[in-house]
């Protein structure tokens, strides 16, 4: 994701950090990146255990609500796209201030604020429908982003800033296996079925799934189509949003 700027991440001061730990690593692809920039101890940690196997040592296996280490461990405590996948963002904040002595920091995307442009016309008016109609349905606050502040409040930390980083995602030939499966996918429907039970969650009626669902496998046979003769094309930008946040003393 930081393969083009790492200047939102300024404010985490890398280069000064001992001990940093990453919190919901996943496979570690954050935890790559503060390994590269700080000569800090990394830390990586997260609740599933087959996706920690990816991300590197030294790794913990914990509950970002719970964290399996004593107060002021660290001095930094770090996770990305986390919060928005969380009922009580809040909660976490003040859990990450507890085994931190100086920073806390946050990577949130706003999840309503995704853009897309495509050379197959219809791609962007859909993806946006079906991200309204998902967003309607998740239970977490899958726009926090920009608003990450007001958790950092909560938890009493001081001297916040937000800084936005926007992520681009392209596809362009000649085309990756992982583009190709895209594709397949969304002329198979696959992911709009495999989210169904949560899009049904919101305001939604099944009969607005198929309808949408039906015009998003015309869709992905045109993308196929495009990417036969090598002129499919799609810009993808999600805004994050770094929130950073001081211990008080």
């Known amino acids: 994701m930081w393969a083009d700027s790492r200047d939102a991440l300024a404010d985490l001061e890398l280069s000064a950090r001992e001990r940093v730990l990453d919190v919901g690593c996943g496979t570690g692809e954050l935890t790559r990146v ?10 990586g940690l997260d609740a599933d255990r087959s996706l920690l196997a990816s991300a590197g040592s030294p790794r913990l296996r914990g509950d970002a609500l719970s964290l399996p280490v004593a107060d002021d461990s660290f001095d930094l405590v770090v996770c990305q796209a986390l919060l928005v996948n969380l009922p009580d963002p809040a909660a976490a904040v003040a859990e990450f201030a507890r085994v931190s002595t100086e920073l806390v920091a946050v990577v949130e995307p706003n999840n309503a604020a ?12 859909l993806a946006q429908r079906a991200r309204e109609i998902y967003l309607q349905g998740v239970s977490t606050d899958a726009t926090l982003g920009a608003d990450a502040a ?3 409040e909560s938890a009493e930390l001081t001297d916040v800033t ?14 990756s296996e ?15 079925a495999a989210d169904r039970e949560t899009m049904l969650a919101g305001d939604a009626t099944p009969e607005d799934l198929d309808d ?9 046979r045109d993308v196929i189509s495009q990417m036969q003769a090598e002129e499919y094309h799609r810009r993808e930008v999600v805004p994050f949003f770094v929130t950073v946040g001081t211990v008080p003393e």
């Open 150 to 152: 007001g958790a950092f």
């Open 114 to 125: 995704v853009s897309v442009t495509s050379s197959a016309e219809p791609e962007a008016a």
């Open 212 to 220: 949408l669902r039906e015009a998003w496998r015309a869709m992905g």
């Open 178 to 192: 992982r583009a190709v499966e895209a594709a397949r996918r969304k002329a198979s429907g696959a992911g709009l």
């Open 34 to 43: 503060l390994r590269e920039e700080s000569p800090a101890e990394v830390v």
């Open 162 to 175: 937000t800084a936005q980083y926007d992520h681009e995602r392209r596809i362009d030939p000649p085309y």
